[in-house]
């Protein structure tokens, strides 16, 4: 008779023990974006001119944000898999960015950017072409 309220006092605290499940958090009310895209270039909005920044010793046009979640605006030029010259400029925040390229056949190449090397990137368009970038 013991054993069954012993075995009956187990179940039940096993049951009452469940994990209360963990509300999710806060979401912070913020003009960035989890990823860049080529229209960020075109703009600035009224909360990323609060925080615009121009400084000649680095190699990026202009900078928005703050700490930790910069967004860089970088003018670029390259060359595409038959080696024609492109040149644009791109929006990077991160490791990841996006921008426009022209060429002298094709006025704007939407791309996405990927850092590879300090003032180095690759980029693919839309149609799946690749470029090499450099940071002018």
Same mark, same amino acid.
Not at 60 to 89: A, C, L, M, P, W
């Given at each position: 008779?013991?054993?069954?309220?012993?075995?009956?006092?187990?179940?039940?605290?096993?049951?009452?023990?469940?994990?209360? @499940?963990?509300?999710?958090?806060?979401?912070?009310? @913020?003009?960035?974006?989890?990823?860049?895209?080529?229209?960020?270039?075109?703009?600035?909005?009224?909360?990323?001119?609060?925080?615009?920044?121009?400084?000649?010793?680095?190699?990026?046009?202009?900078?928005?944000?703050? @700490?930790?979640?910069?967004?860089?605006?970088?003018?670029?030029?390259?060359?595409?898999?038959?080696?024609?010259?492109?040149?644009?400029?791109?929006?990077?925040?991160?490791?990841?960015?996006?921008?426009?390229?022209?060429?002298?056949?094709?006025?704007?190449?939407?791309?996405?950017?990927?850092?590879?090397?300090?003032?180095?990137?690759?980029?693919?368009?839309?149609?799946?072409?690749?470029?090499?970038?450099?940071?002018?």
């Amino acid at each position: 008779m013991q054993k069954n309220y012993i075995i009956l006092f187990l179940f039940l605290v096993t049951l009452s023990c469940k994990k209360a @499940s963990a509300p999710p958090p806060p979401e912070i009310n @913020s003009f960035f974006k989890p990823a860049i895209t080529a229209d960020d270039r075109k703009t600035i909005t009224a909360e990323e001119a609060k925080t615009y920044h121009v400084n000649d010793t680095y190699q990026y046009k202009y900078r928005t944000g703050h @700490s930790g979640q910069y967004e860089y605006n970088y003018d670029v030029k390259g060359i595409d898999i038959d080696g024609d010259s492109v040149f644009g400029n791109i929006n990077v925040q991160g490791k990841y960015g996006a921008g426009i390229l022209r060429n002298d056949t094709i006025p704007d190449i939407e791309i996405n950017t990927e850092w590879v090397a300090y003032g180095k990137l690759n980029a693919t368009d839309l149609q799946g072409n690749k470029y090499q970038l450099i940071v002018k």
